[in-house]
């Protein structure tokens, strides 16, 4: 797939379920779980141990659309992209990320918080602003920010969940960015993937029953 094949994934799936996890051998059927449940853009963070290995991994399943978070640096972005993954996402946003995985083909959501911010990203051709961390002024903050740029695509990551996913895509989100609603730790230590699988599946609900 070439970038804008990509980036049409991701706005047509509208969630990115992000994986931050202390044991790598939990990737996988986690990431399967979601992707069961109708989820699957799956992000894992750099962060996570073995990263570029489960990256890997995920590379070679039919359906999972796998991307890299947690991204810093250059070099972060080029290896995981190596690696296998098909989009990237940042906390930050550097002009030099942003042209790399642009080089490569790869579309990539940059983080960015304030207007300035959200707009210099843009301008540097961030294909998607992260709003991080969104959980901090809620909803109507993203309102506030997004009503003199509508033209600026913005994924709203941090405090998205099933209760408020509608009310994000509603006003304008074009995806979000989930991590604790979808990746619930203390249902991965019990192995309990059937219930990642069923909070997959309502969160694809809810998010596919707005117009």
Request: charged content about 20%.
């Amino acid at each position: 797939m070439n970038r804008q094949e990509i980036l049409s994934r991701l706005l047509k799936t509208k969630i990115i379920a992000i994986i931050r996890l202390d044991d790598a051998s939990d990737v996988y059927p986690t990431a399967q779980a979601l992707f069961d449940g109708g989820v699957e853009a799956i992000e894992v963070t750099m962060n996570t141990p073995n990263a570029l290995q489960e990256i890997e991994k995920l590379s070679k399943h039919e359906g999972i659309l796998p991307g890299v978070g947690s991204v810093t640096t250059e070099k972060m972005a080029k290896d995981a992209i190596g690696a296998g993954a098909e989009f990237v996402v940042t906390p930050i946003s550097k002009k030099e990320i942003i042209h790399s995985c642009h080089y490569l083909g790869k579309p990539i959501c940059s983080g960015a918080l304030t207007p300035t911010e959200i707009h210099q990203a843009y301008a540097w051709g961030a294909d998607i602003i992260k709003l991080f961390p969104a959980s901090t002024f809620g909803l109507p903050y993203f309102k506030a920010v997004r009503a003199p740029m509508t033209y600026i695509p913005i994924m709203p990551t941090g405090g998205v969940t099933i209760e408020n996913a509608a009310e994000w895509i509603r006003h304008g989100a074009v995806c979000l960015g989930v991590g604790g609603s979808l990746v619930d730790k203390e249902l991965i230590a019990k192995k309990n993937y059937k219930m990642l699988t069923k909070a997959a599946k309502n969160m694809r609900s809810v998010v596919d029953a707005v117009k």
